[in-house]
């Protein structure tokens, strides 16, 4: 059984039946963007850094941070197996679509946790993910084979995997 998210030092929010699109005749609010709640999230998360105040007696946030990487990727591998077990179950009739969105959802918080532990943000990995989007999947693996071999054959350059980079990665052409 997993533990939840809650983290008595986050901003209370309304119960789903307090919501104004739960009132008779209210139109629903349209729901957040992806990008506006992992930056929200992430932007919590900081607030929890022991650097910034968190208190690991009263923040589940601020104590996985406290205990350090091994602890935060110990629990991203065992979200990751919750949730392929999940995607299992729905996937042989035993479970529901929303068992797996939770187990997602687990997976792409601690995972935020992770990239503030490591100083990185979830922009970043929007931006590579929006690098990758005009490539097929086949030649952005491609192209990554390229990249590693040519590090290892220069290995005094910096994969731009390996750096830390304080903008959104330069466009890759659409191929390689």
Known sequence: MRPAIYDPMSTPTMAPEAAPSAVAGAQAAPAPSVDDTLLRLAALIETRKPAHGGDPARSYVARLLHQGPDAILKKIAEEAGEALMAAKDLQHGHGSAQALVGEMAD?????????AHFGLSP?????????????????EK?????????????PQEQHPHHQHQSGPSPQQPDTP
Do not use: M, P
């Open 142 to 154: 491609a192209l990554r084979k390229l990249q590693q071999r040519q590090q290892e054959q220069n």
């Open 123 to 139: 922009a970043e990995v929007t931006a590579e993910l929006a690098r990758r989007e005009g490539l097929s999947g086949l030649e």
């Open 107 to 115: 997976l792409w918080f601690h995972s935020l946790i992770a990239l």
